[in-house]
């Protein structure tokens, strides 16, 4: 019974996770292109994709 419990709290906190929207997505996209680029030398020519 508590297998079950704790599968039906799991479902419970996967129904309260949001999607990110066009904009969010696009926001922390560019922050993880900005932070790759200064931690990385290799990285700091890195393009942004453009799909």
């Known amino acids: 019974m508590s297998q ?6 799991i479902i419970q906190e996967n129904k ?3 999607t990110l929207s066009k904009e969010e997505f696009k926001k922390k996209y560019e ?3 900005y932070v ?4 990385d030398p290799l990285y700091q020519g890195l393009q942004k ?3």
């Open 4 to 9: 079950m419990d704790d599968k039906a709290k």
């Open 16 to 18: 309260k996770i949001t």
């Open 31 to 33: 922050e993880y292109v």
């Open 36 to 39: 790759t680029r200064s931690m």
């Open 49 to 51: 994709n453009s799909w």
